[in-house]
């Protein structure tokens, strides 16, 4: 029955799967399936889209493993995953110590479906709790003097943003910048759960967020390691979309390592399907975010 649907919360509604294939931080040591070369992220991006991810977020690599910001590495890439399957293509726009211009040089130039961003500024860390030390911290600036030129590149490039929220100060700017006329419905929007820094993972807190959130939003939860399923079985229970993916999350369940992106798509298609809902398809999303490119 559909008489406890609400705004930003259809639980009858498909629900979009996004995958991120591989983060810019871990390496083959801690996982052996993240992709470094682009032939690897083609058939990481095929197993995810195989397995019902109608999107892949794309942090560029070298082969070699390391990150890279470069244009020439990013087309390489793009051209080997949309020549492998019909998954529409998400460029990251986060780095630290990256000049703006650097950032939005692919977007500009490649023009991927979607780009993320980052919408706000915030303490960066990880804490170890046996050895009760920090294992990082840093601040991650995102400041609007940074925000608007993205986005006005984005606008220009006829590029979605996908505003990703690590708090719920962060789905608060998103509202200047919808006056100001540079983000148009529908708005797609990540919520992430589990940074530490960043809001806390509950499902209290992620109704709480999703209750913040602009009319006309499609929105995703993206849950951080182990708190991954819980998050992403709250999302589909709220009506939103989900991203998995080895970025976020090693683990199908606790001491089992994905062997694939494809494994962590094909459970959280599993956990959709099993709540009464349908996983998204490529040609629904494209309609649903009103994309214009690959």
């Known amino acids: 029955m559909s008489f406890w649907i609400k705004e930003n919360q259809n639980y009858e509604r498909t629900c979009m799967i996004t995958c991120a294939l591989s983060g810019v931080v871990a390496n083959r040591n801690q996982c052996p399936a993240i992709p470094y070369t682009p032939e690897e992220y083609a058939a990481e991006a095929k197993r995810a889209y195989d397995a019902g991810a109608a999107v892949v977020h794309i942090h560029a690599r070298k082969p070699d493993g390391s990150p890279s910001y ?12 949309t ?9 990251s726009t986060g780095a630290v110590g990256i000049p703006v211009e650097k950032k939005i040089a692919p977007v500009k130039e490649i023009k991927p479906a979607i780009a993320a961003l980052n919408m706000g500024s915030m303490t960066y860390a990880k804490y170890n709790e046996k050895k009760k030390t920090f294992v990082f911290d840093f601040v991650f600036a995102n400041p609007f003097s940074e925000i608007v030129p993205l986005l006005s590149a984005m606008k220009e490039a006829g590029v979605k943003p996908e ?4 708090d719920s100060g962060h789905v608060g700017n998103c509202f200047p910048l919808i006056h100001m006329g540079l983000l148009e419905p529908p708005y797609q929007v990540s919520l992430i759960m589990g940074v530490l820094g960043g809001i806390p993972p509950t499902v209290d807190n992620l109704a709480h967020q999703v209750r913040l959130l602009p009319p006309n939003s499609d929105w995703e939860v993206i849950g951080i390691s182990h708190d991954q399923w819980r998050m992403v079985a709250a999302a589909i229970a709220l009506g939103g979309n989900v991203r998995v993916g080895l970025e976020d ?9 994905a062997r694939s992106n494809g494994d962590l798509v ?3 298609a599993r956990m959709i399907r099993d709540q009464g809902r349908e996983v ?3 040609e629904e999303c494209r309609e649903r975010l009103k994309l214009r490119h690959r």
């Open 83 to 91: 020549a492998e399957c019909p998954v529409i293509i998400n460029f």
């Open 249 to 257: 999350n090693f683990y199908v369940s606790p001491g089992v390592m």
């Open 280 to 282: 998204a398809t490529v």
């Open 163 to 166: 505003l990703e929220c690590f």
């Open 266 to 268: 094909e459970k959280a």
């Open 70 to 81: 470069e244009v020439e590495d990013y087309q390489k890439i793009y051209d080997a995953v």
